[in-house]
């Protein structure tokens, strides 16, 4: 079994460039149509083993339905699928992944497609479906279907048929509310939906058509909460569905329930990046501060070079004054995003972060990353010399401090730690001799340091003997 998302969505969509295939869209009134295409999708079997299994009970399900509901549907066949995947790529036995059935079923002018999961439990066929509808055909939600065991395929493809004619009944139903509503027959709307809901409790597409039915009678938003909440109910994958009941409850108020809205609506798609971006936003206004980072760490699971998630994560944490967070999440993004090296307001930003967190090391780097853009800037080249020799790096230490006389000879500092280490490294051996030019530069930094001291006896103290 293959799963190539990514592939699969480019292949179609090149297809589809080159035939010009037209796709049906919701604006297709299901009234003019004689019958609706209905695209049913090989299960995803539980078990490898069991590929072939679904592969056939799939194709005897496709007959079956054929027969069954010829009245009504126009079953797209094998033949149709499989050149659609030979001509994208893949060979006749790749089952769809889930996550890519409605691109898969778009160039196929389906109006509704059925996919779902397979599992063969001690020989005993249970397959949970989902039905979406994609232009008005009025199939959708989910059902539950359990064979018996030892069932061939055949047999439980019989019993799924069988088990989809409640759901064309309420299909049925859904269909003539919006053909009601498109009249503006609402009270008649109503009617039909509540009798889809007699079958299906909470059907998805007649609570949407009721929807729309209340939009148009100028319902409040109560009702319009009700219902968006059985269609939610119906189906909790329904992201149309998720997305209107988090907005009707912005409309009430009601900013925990729409926020828990938009967290069930990126369950059900957690690889859309624009929802998830806008739900952590959310979160952060709404101050779930811990949430929306986890929100954001997901999404950089996902797409870990996402410069917008760092960039929320990062002031989100400013938001809350979590420091340290901030200073990891700037540092990330100054990996990836090449506008930010040599920014001099960027490095000044990044010291005083790390100082405030008290981190060392980041204080070094970002000390030395500034450097290079501003290698006379005395902050930097002071911060640089001071750590070295916290660290121990007192060669390197010593060449800081050596630039810093250099460029300011009266920086009492740093003079005094060039002279204590040039004072230290002076030795003398009488079986050698003097080194007069070592003499000499001491000599020189002793009486500058003299020159630039309020306090001759610190002279005194470092040149010792040698003053």
Known sequence: MLSKNAMLRAMIVSVLALVGVAVFTSSVDAQERSHDRILFLVPVPVADQDSMWVHEMTDQLRRRVSNKFRHKWQVIGK????????NSGFDTLTIVDPAMAEQFARP????????????????????????????????????????????????????????LENQVDAADRAKECNMRRDRSEFRRARIAADRAFEIYE?????????????????????????????STRGDSLNMRAWEDLSRAYMRDGDTASAVTAMDRRLEANPTDTLLRAQYAAGLQVSGDIDRALEVLDEGLRQVPDSRRFVRMKAATC??????DCVLESRTQLYSMDTTLIGDTQFYPAMLALATTVEDTTAML????????????????????????????????????HE??????????????????????????????????????????E?????SVSDNPGVVTTVGGAYL
């Not at 994609?134 to 019993?159: E, I, K, N």
């Not at 929807?211 to 100028?218: I, L, R, S, T």
């Not at 400013?318 to 420091?323: L, M, V």
Request: charge should be negative; charged fraction near 20%.
């Open 318 to 323: 400013e938001q809350a004054e979590r420091w």
């Open 202 to 230: 909470n059907h998805p597409s007649a609570a949407q058509c009721l929807a729309y039915v209340f939009q148009g009678m100028q319902a409040d938003n109560d009702s319009l909460i009700w219902v968006y909440e059985k």
């Open 365 to 400: 780097r970002w000390a030395t990353l500034a450097l290079e853009y501003e290698p006379t800037e005395m902050r930097y080249l002071l911060t640089r010399a001071v750590l070295l020799t916290q660290m121990g790096h007192t060669d390197s230490a010593l060449a800081v």
């Open 108 to 163: 196929l002018q389906a109006h509704a497609y059925v996919y779902g999961q397979l599992e063969r439990n001690g020989a005993t066929p249970i397959g949970r479906f989902r039905m979406v509808d994609v232009s008005r055909s009025g199939l959708s939600g989910w059902m539950t279907v359990m064979g018996q065991p030892g069932d061939p395929p055949r047999s439980f493809a019989d019993r799924v048929a069988d088990s």
């Open 79 to 86: 033949d149709v699928i499989n050149e659609l995947l030979v």
């Open 403 to 444: 630039r810093i006389v250099e460029q300011d000879p009266s920086n009492l500092n740093s003079a005094i730690a060039v002279v204590q280490a040039h004072r230290e490294a002076f030795t003398v051996d009488s079986t050698t001799p003097v080194d007069t030019a070592a003499l000499n530069r001491l000599e020189a």
């Open 446 to 450: 002793l009486t500058n340091l003299l």
